[in-house]
């Protein structure tokens, strides 16, 4: 058994050298102009392409981000559903809505969902 798990181990050590090492013979070292600027359709860009974009874009898309997490966690309350008795599974999905709710109302107070031009 030690000497399978030993063999193995040394397979595994070598194909990681060899990927390392044909990594490393195989980089392309060849660079120029037009592979280290930006893609703009194929034209050359005529404002610098490291503007700050909008911190409001940002903010939405954080709340976006933190909306669709959320339906990751509320589906397999679903099939929690089956296993645990309703009065638990009641109490923990309405503190996780009013959580997000009061969430989504200090985003909405705040203005972050005003969408400004």
Known sequence: ???MLYLMTMIMVICLILTIMLNLISKK????????SPFECGFD????ARLPFSLHFFLIAIIFLVFDVEITLLLPMIMTMKISNLLNYSFMSI???I????GL????????LNWTM
């Not at 109302?105 to 972050?112: L, P, S, T």
């Open 99 to 102: 959580i997000l709710l009061i």
């Open 29 to 36: 070292t060849f660079t120029d102009r037009e592979k280290s």
């Open 105 to 112: 109302y200090h985003e909405w107070h705040q203005g972050a």
């Open 45 to 48: 860009p005529k404002n610098s």
């Open 95 to 97: 503190s996780f809505i």
């Open 1 to 3: 058994m030690k000497i």
